[in-house]
């Protein structure tokens, strides 16, 4: 990867002095569900860095959140072995002929670690020793001091940094500014590691796309999507949306009652259906599949939306069907264009997945086309769906797969990736080389 696609105020990995240095490194290794690895693809793109560390003789200290263990209520972190960082030290020890150790600290089950005191000397002894090569913390998330506001978050931090030399944050998915994310590139010198260059890189090609530029985007809430929607909209050549996000644009600008769409929803949309109305990008789904149910496929009937007119009251409508994939406008903007974005799910999988299915393989067909595709659930259904054309992705130059959906989304919505705060971190001159 070239450098000077880079802001040139951003530190880089192969800039720093780490050499026999401790390095803290950031990492998105949030891959565990139920204890389980389903897929191993964002440990296996952070090796690069951990290569790029093991070749300058570093000594890497790695840290990852795994789920969302803290209870925002009542402050209770959930420290059980479903969101354990082990399968991913199993994982890397199967993966790499090295000796990797996750300390042993003080770990309350319901309230996390608070206490870290010296319990974990002996092991940062003999990561500097080469006794050995790897130490992974527990989950970053169950230390009390990660998420919070007050002292307990400057005594975190004073502990974490003094643990390591040199801070890369790899992880540029975790874009909330926590005390792994933000707080220690301020406490140590900093840098961007290699997976977080390349997704800056990419998202600036959603930013600043070769066209004809088709952004395909759904979701099943309305306003988290919004922000980005905008912005997405004032980019974009031609737009398609799935999922309630479609759901909620119909039922504003076709003046119909759908099922699950909800007031509120509807008032955020007016914007976006004005906007549509001067600029007409947003392309009609025109066949629809609409059941009774989201539970389970009862009553099931494809509907068009012809059908759709002010006063009418419809059930869910649950996904797109495959037939809409022959209409002309789309079958046009899929094929001619030279920029796709994808973050969505078209429909309520696993019940209803054709749509999806159906559309992941239509984009697939345009070779030329750079494709971007955002977000876990999109990821997730494309590796279930299309195992094929996923394995393809990984190794194509067609294809990139974002770590992140929330982080990608943020980063489009402030119209810059450097507007994120870990990001902007990275940037600051308060430790620069």
Known sequence: MREDRLNPRLRLIQNMDIENKVILLRVDHNVVKKGIIKDPYRIDISLKTLYHIASRCGRPILMTHVGRPRDKKSGRIRCRDENSVAPVVDYLRRKLPIRIEIPELPIDSDWGIKETGDSITESIWKLRSGEIHMLYLPNIRWFQGEEARDEERNRFLRWLSSLGEVFVNDAISAWRPHVSTYDIAKALPSCAGFQMQEEIVNIEKVLEPQRPFLAIVAGSKYDTKIGPLKELYMRADHILLGGVIYNVFLSVRNGVHIDGVSDEDRELAKELVELDKKHGKIIDIPYLVESRSLEERRDVKTISIRDMKDGKSFSYILDMSPLSLENERIRDAIKSAKTIFVNAVMGLTPLFSEGTKSLYRKVAENHKAQK??????????????????????????????????????????????????????????????
């Open 372 to 433: 971007l595709l955002a977000g876990g659930d999109t990821l997730q259904e494309l590796r279930k769906l299309c195992p094929d054309i996923y394995l393809h992705g990984m190794e194509s130059d067609q294809y990139y797969y974002f770590t992140g959906g929330g982080s990608i989304l943020t980063a489009i919505e402030k119209g810059d990736p450097y507007e994120l705060e870990p990001v902007k971190a990275l940037m600051e001159d308060l430790y620069a080389t």
